[in-house]
């Protein structure tokens, strides 16, 4: 069954992944809790994939990896349409030492003092722990992140 | 949202450029049974024109591993 307009989609879609200015969502009397939207979105490599309901573990932050992964840009995401997009800008690591953990899966969040998880998903190819060393780089290209919430 | 994400690797050669495309059936890759594999084999990275690369001091061909998913490689549905 289609549930959600299919431009009111797109529109929430741009308000968070185009965004350039933090803004905060406050709900009225009987809404639940306001919360503060930071771009910019940032990019996550994850060692066990996260779920629907909450996140993953996140590969461990050393040898070229940070906690939190790393900017997406300024707008992360090219326009919306039907419901799908892309990320705008190419994300890239460089490993200074071997990544003990494997890479298996991503996150996208925005950078607030308490980070809001926007996206996730698992690697149909995925590296295995110790196989990235140093001076590799890890990539992913300007548009190979694809959401689709057509189905939303 | 939840995703899955349709993604292979491309590893490029430092010498010379080539890459490889490393995804499922390639010797590089382990079949985990589940619908997803893994990359663990770095030395069944080859380029298909190795004769033309530059050898390194060592003699050696190597690969620098850049790691990329190339687009358009990851689609994600609910």
Redesign the interface.
Known sequence: MGMTDQTLVDKLLTMFTLNTTAFTITPGTGGGSAFTFTPPLHLRLFATTG??ATTGTEQTGTNGYTTGGSTMGTTAFAAWSAGAS?NANQVQWTASGTWAS?T???EIWDTSGTPVR???????????AN???N?????????????????? | ?????????VITCKNCGAYDI???GHPA??DRGD??????D?SAVRHAHAQDCKPDKAGNRPF???????????????
């Open positions: 779920s629907e892309s494997a298996n899966g991503i926007l996206f996730w998903g698992a690697l149909t190819s995925a590296i295995a196989a990235v060393v001076l590799d780089t890890v990539t992913f290209a300007a548009g190979s992140i694809t959401t689709n919430a057509s189905a939303w | 949202m939840a995703s899955v994400i349709q993604n292979v690797w490393v995804g499922p890759m382990r619908g997803t594999h893994e990359f663990h770095r620098d591993f850049g790691f990329m998913v190339a687009p358009p490689a990851m689609q994600g549905a609910k």
